[in-house]
């Protein structure tokens, strides 16, 4: 079932999928943006939900020094 999404749907899915093609963590491109990193992770998490398709996150390894 296809179903289309709202504009506020849209707004954060683009926000998301921007992201994900600058492969940038989500939290340097909230920093770059007018959006807060847990605003983004909210809807990242409500799209899922909704059925949306969410593009994966970039990643970032971290080493930590003992």
Request: aromatic share 10%; with cysteine.
């Amino acid at each position: 079932m296809s179903r289309d999404l709202n504009s506020t749907q849209a707004f954060w899915l683009g926000h998301l999928s921007y992201a994900a093609a600058l492969q940038l963590p989500l939290s340097a491109y909230a920093e770059t943006q007018a959006v807060t990193l847990a605003d983004l992770m909210a809807w990242e998490k409500r799209l899922i939900v909704q059925g949306f398709p969410v593009p994966p996150r970039c990643r970032v390894a971290v080493e930590v020094v003992a």
